[in-house]
């Protein structure tokens, strides 16, 4: 079974910037397209970027684009999340989510129901 775990999360000033990793193991990593969602205290789960298995393909959420990179390392089953310019609205727990698919269209990376693992979540916390 593929486990996801995310780490590089923790308290950031406005303005700052934090890169969480996704490490993978189990399944074949370069088979995988991924994803990071985020979910705010009493908010619902929000797609904020997605990479294809070959990086072909990336997809951001209006809210973060021109601010965060979305990269992948096959070789070591790690996806990044390159966040810049944080914002007090960043804050959020932010999974990292998979699935063992490829797709073209956007719709099949930015719905959460379209990954089949997940990760435990790590804590993005931006002060103002």
């Known amino acids: 079974q593929v486990q996801l775990v995310e780490s590089g999360g923790g308290v950031v000033q406005a303005g700052g910037s934090l890169r969480l990793s996704c490490v993978a193991s189990?399944?074949?990593?370069?088979?995988?397209?991924v994803a990071w969602f985020r979910q705010a205290p009493g908010k619902g789960r929000d797609f904020v970027s997605a990479?294809?298995?070959?990086?072909?393909?990336?997809h951001y959420a209006d809210s973060v684009k021109d601010r965060f990179t979305i990269s992948r390392d096959n070789a070591k089953s790690t996806v990044y999340l390159q966040m810049n310019n944080l914002k007090p609205e960043d804050t959020a727990v932010y999974y990292c989510?998979?699935?063992?698919?490829?797709?073209?269209?956007?719709?099949?990376?930015?719905?959460?129901?379209?990954?089949?693992?997940w990760g435990q979540g790590t804590q993005v916390t931006v002060s103002s």
């Open positions: 990479i294809s298995q070959g990086s072909s393909i990336t």
């Open positions: 189990g399944g074949t990593f370069s088979s995988h397209r």
């Open positions: 989510a998979s699935q063992n698919r490829f797709e073209n269209n956007r719709s099949y990376y930015t719905s959460a129901g379209q990954y089949r693992y």
